[in-house]
């Protein structure tokens, strides 16, 4: 069956540290999606792709970073993670007009 | 921008009963899709139902139904019924038809608790 995973599940980091959390789909679907979720905001869109070497900054995307080499994957990289950065990240993808969106199962992410 | 509003933080509801999450939304496009997501205590988020703004008649899905009011930009979710799983967080969620692309705007979130 087609999925989306994600890894870790859970991260602790220092301040300071470059992090990359992984998310890989096998629905071959074109948009992929980062979102983080926190308390009182809901989720909120970082970056996003419409597909290969495509990517794009969503409503909270300072200080993360995102590529896209092939279709399955969309690391999301924290270049020097902070404490504010403490928070649930989500991966979702989604076919073009075609439903809402897949979600992944989360990472927990804390930095010290 | 588009927005999405959840006004009730946490809501409760007697095992059998129904119960009514709200929602409203804010845009200037005409063609868009709503949807509600169910977040239980794993974390995973779950579809529950959709809805086409261009569609007239309302969702439903089993015990879950929405009241779409375009015009009141209202997209409420009806639970009939309410079992005890059916305890979550519930979000609601915007995406503009015409890009195509799968973004979602996020309300932020109710809670709700059903009582057995």
């Known amino acids: 069956d087609a999925e989306i995973t994600q890894s870790p599940r859970h991260k602790i980091t220092e301040t300071g540290r470059q992090v990359t959390l992984a998310c890989h789909q096998t629905?071959?679907?074109?948009?992929m999606f980062w979102y983080r979720q926190d308390l009182g905001h809901g989720l909120r869109l970082i970056h996003y792709?419409?597909?290969?070497?495509?990517?794009n900054k969503g409503e909270v995307s300072d200080g993360y970073s995102v590529s896209r080499s092939n279709t399955e994957d969309l690391p999301l990289t924290l270049e020097s993670a902070a404490s504010s950065q403490t928070s649930v990240y989500f991966c979702?993808?989604?076919?073009?007009?075609?439903?809402?969106?897949?979600f992944g199962p989360g990472t927990r992410l804390t930095v010290l | 921008a588009q927005t999405v509003t959840q006004s009730q933080p946490e809501m409760s509801v007697q095992e059998a009963e129904t119960v009514t999450l709200s929602c409203t939304y804010d845009?200037?496009?005409?063609?868009?899709?709503l949807f509600w997501y169910k977040q239980p205590p794993s974390r995973q988020m779950i579809l529950v139902i959709r809805q086409e703004a261009y569609k007239q008649q309302n969702a439903t899905e089993n015990r879950f139904s929405v009241n779409f009011q375009k015009a009141a930009k209202s997209f409420s979710l009806k639970i009939s019924d309410s079992q005890l799983g059916d305890a979550a967080m519930y979000f609601c969620a915007y995406r503009a038809g015409s890009s195509n692309t799968g973004k979602l705007i996020f309300g932020q979130g109710t809670t709700l608790q059903v009582k057995p």
């Open positions: 792709s419409y597909g290969v070497q495509d990517t």
């Open positions: 979702a993808s989604s076919h073009h007009r075609d439903g809402p969106g897949f």
């Open positions: 845009t200037s496009e005409s063609d868009y899709y």
């Open positions: 629905w071959n679907h074109n948009n």
